[in-house]
């Protein structure tokens, strides 16, 4: 089994916090060692070390908190009795009053391998509001559930947002540990930084080998499957197409009322996109889009997640959804999205609007992977330096 950073801080304790630190630690319900113990536990029982505040991400610290843009308050912890500060409220980055008194910040978040899953970007943000008021960032090492592989465009300065607020692509083939490097090294972002290391993590690794049990890291990330996935139907965000949260199979199911099953996953079967499969697949959301209302749909069953390439997937499938159902229903979701209330949220997630124009053309995906050719090995280029693995 792969050995997290947070499992190598238990044991080596004294390589990495001096006796009598005075820490904050930032970490969710999935922040937990092999044995199920939440981080605040284990931290908390280490000798000499002093737990003053624990921070919340997106979706809270209990990670029960449903949406985009659903805040959750700032409240005490009950077992400590010490502050929990929402990074997911007014403000999205600790203030000097958070994190007043502390030595070190631990951060033990399970990133999923995206650019829009927002804990990289709190991470982000961490990394400088801790450099600014001299307090140490420690980064608990987790393993990348998609292994190291790059896929997808550089995000555009345009359209930096909560979810991308560098130029990375959507799928970055790091850790948590290595963007944080990144971030401090390559991003100018001037902080006291130390990442305690995973042990037995190859990069070629996907989550089922590392032989962890999976703790989804937010309400609508249950499974690895959904994992595999979420970097291309995480596009459907920026649609009025229904990413299938309210069914028990986020962002693996994708649809809406107009949409026919049938039809449309022949439809995607017939591009003949490598490792996935596309099943006709009606549901009914109980929340959010089309909450109520009889969808039809398709569910995307990955068949090899080697030759998988979730990004390129997601683009065909927002592609069909277009040449198919525009004027039927199927439209460019509007503002607000993530705290931005001018900008289409597909040009968030996308990260360069050339490619929602090649989409509206009817593009194929060679032509759309010529927007963006070069960057992914520039990418794996200018990230050397900072692996870790």
């Known amino acids: 089994m792969v050995e997290i950073g947070l499992e190598v801080l238990a044991r080596e304790c004294g390589r990495w916090l001096r006796p009598g630190a005075r820490v904050g630690l930032l970490l969710n319900s999935a922040s937990v060692d092999a044995g199920l113990r939440s981080a605040r536990d284990v931290v908390g029982a280490l000798p000499g070390v002093e737990v003053r505040a624990l921070f919340g991400p997106q979706h809270g610290l209990r990670t029960d908190v449903q949406d985009n843009m659903v805040e959750s308050a700032h409240a005490t912890d009950r077992v400590l009795g010490v502050p929990v500060w ?16 502390l030595d070190v910040l631990l951060v033990d978040l399970q990133d999923v391998g995206c650019r829009v899953y927002t804990f990289i970007w709190t991470l982000r943000l961490v990394l400088e509001a801790c450099g600014r008021a001299g307090v140490q960032v420690v980064v608990l090492d987790r393993p990348n559930p998609l292994g190291g592989a790059v896929e997808g465009n550089l995000l555009r300065p345009p359209w930096q947002s909560f979810v991308g607020l560098e130029p990375i692509p959507m799928r970055h083939g790091l850790t948590v540990g290595e963007l944080a490097r990144w971030f401090a090294g390559a991003r100018g972002i001037g902080c006291d930084l130390a990442v305690v290391p995973l042990e037995g993590w190859r990069r070629e690794m996907l989550w089922p080998e590392t032989g962890r049990p999976w703790v989804l890291p937010s309400p609508n990330m249950p499974t690895f499957d959904t994992a595999l996935v979420y970097p291309g ?16 199979r986020p962002f693996e199911l994708v649809g809406g009322p107009w949409l026919d099953s049938d039809g449309f996953a022949a439809r995607l079967d017939a591009l003949g996109r490598p490792g996935v499969r596309f099943r006709p697949a009606p549901f009914l959301p109980t929340f959010q889009k089309w909450a109520g209302e009889p969808c039809g749909g398709v569910q995307l069953h990955v068949t090899d997640p080697t030759a998988f390439r979730p990004y390129r997937t997601g683009l065909a499938l927002v592609r069909e959804l277009w040449r198919v159902h525009r004027g039927d229903g199927f439209a460019w979701r509007q503002p607000p999205y993530e705290y931005e209330t001018e900008k289409l949220p597909i040009h968030l997630l996308l990260g360069d609007a050339r490619l929602r124009e090649g989409l509206e053309a009817g593009a194929d995906l060679t032509e759309l992977e010529g927007l963006w050719a070069g960057e992914e090995t520039a990418w794996q280029e200018e990230c050397e330096p900072y692996r870790l693995y």
Request: no cysteine; charged share 20%; net charge negative.
């Open 86 to 101: 929402s990074l997911y409220a007014e403000r999205r980055a600790p203030t000097p009053e958070m994190l007043h008194g």
């Open 233 to 248: 139907t995480v596009l459907l965000e920026g649609t009025t197409a229904s990413e299938g949260r309210g069914t028990t």
